[in-house]
Nanobody, 123 residues
Framework: QVQLVDSGGGLVQAGGSLRLSCAASGRTFSSYDMGWFRQALGKEREFVAA????????YYVESAKGRFTISRDNAKNTVYLQMNSLKPEDTAVYYC????????????????WGQGTQVTVSS
């Protein structure tokens, strides 16, 4: 198993930036593909970004391309989501997740989840 702890959320004005972190413990972090999802109030959880085990392949939802960057540091057992040019519609609880299907945008393909971190973007 792997345990995930999300952090880095907060309140930011539109146009601002935040960097989310997800620290993993347990089984070998580098053996998992990692993803970030978000869930806004009253909406379904949606895919944001994913990164392969080596970090060489990255995938984004269309609305995040050019603004968000996913990365990982396998030596630190941590995955990051750098979010720039934030918009009010990015407001949500953000979750990191670990799975075994590279690049999957389906929540069902991720086996372990962090507790979530709230991101609020004011206009």
């Amino acid at each position: 198993q792997v345990q995930l702890v999300d952090s880095g959320g907060g309140l930011v004005q539109a146009g601002g930036s935040l960097r989310l972190s997800c620290a993993a413990s347990g089984r070998t972090f580098s053996s998992y593909d990692m993803g970030w999802f978000r869930q806004a109030l009253g909406k379904e959880r949606e895919f944001v970004a994913a990164i392969s085990r080596t970090g060489l392949s990255k995938y984004y939802v269309e609305s995040a391309k050019g603004r968000f960057t996913i990365s990982r540091d396998n030596a630190k057992n941590t995955v990051y989501l750098q979010m720039n040019s934030l918009k009010p519609e990015d407001t949500a609880v953000y979750y990191c997740a670990a799975g075994s299907t590279t690049g999957s945008k389906r929540a069902e393909d991720y086996h372990y989840w962090g507790q979530g971190t709230q991101v609020t973007v004011s206009s």
